[in-house]
Antibody, heavy 120, light 112 residues
């Protein structure tokens, strides 16, 4: 079955760029929408954005100016880049796959998440 | 933007009793073209990612016990656990996927 695994640094300094990678195993990136979601005590669960396997992206308007999601189909990975981080970006970051219905569907498969702390 | 308000924030239910969680949307999430409600429910246990329970407001995800059910349409939705089991202790979230996905604030379910 398809599994997702997040990876990246657990500590990022303020004003720097947070970069995370999600590795997909047990299936390919094709025909699905691949998402980043974060969870913090203060803001709860927050959708960050998605990338389709073709490279099309859509971002949460609240983060759009700082977010880039990219895909590497040869490695079966997709990545998140969040620039100019502050303490408010401290959260557990999850990658997740939408259902086969497409862009407007629920999140059916999740990674276990990776905690990122923004601190000097 | 659509806002989802869950109630209550927490509830304690005896084993075997019914648990009911509500989710109210500030705008309808019913898509008239296909008559589907773009609303899902998730269960999150400590240290785990959210798990999809219900989608299209009332369709149970494969493998989810039938004691979990979803109902409602438009702006008002309910998740019901018909007979609470010890393993159901968790935080439950509603989420709309009508456009920019948004989650409710969560409801913590405990054993009384």
């Amino acid at each position: 079955q398809v599994q997702l695994q997040e990876s990246g640094p657990g500590l990022v300094k303020p004003s720097e760029t947070l970069t995370l990678t999600c590795t997909v195993s047990g299936g390919s990136l094709s025909t699905y929408y691949w998402n980043w979601i974060r969870q913090s005590p203060g803001k709860g669960l927050e959708w960050i954005g998605y990338i389709y396997y073709t490279g099309n992206t859509k971002y949460n308007p609240s983060l759009k100016s700082r977010v880039t999601i990219s895909v590497d189909t040869s490695k079966n990975q997709f990545s998140l880049s969040l620039t100019s981080v502050t303490a408010a970006d401290t959260a557990k970051y999850y990658c997740a796959r939408r259902q086969w219905f497409g862009e407007l569907s629920a999140f059916e498969i999740w990674g276990r998440g990776t905690m990122v702390t923004v601190s000097s | 933007d659509i806002v989802l308000t869950q109630s209550p924030d927490s509830l304690a239910v005896s084993l075997g009793e019914r648990a009911t969680i509500n989710c109210k949307s500030s705008q309808s999430v019913l898509f008239n073209s296909n008559n589907k409600n773009y609303l899902a429910w998730y269960q999150q246990k400590p240290g785990q990612p959210p798990k999809l329970l219900i989608y299209w407001a009332s369709t149970r995800e494969s493998g989810v016990p039938d004691r979990f059910s979803g109902s409602g349409s438009g702006t008002d939705f309910t998740l019901t656990i018909s007979s609470l089991q010890a393993e159901d202790v968790a935080v439950y979230y509603c989420q709309h996927y009508y456009n920019t996905p948004l989650f409710g604030g969560g409801t913590k379910v405990e054993i009384k």
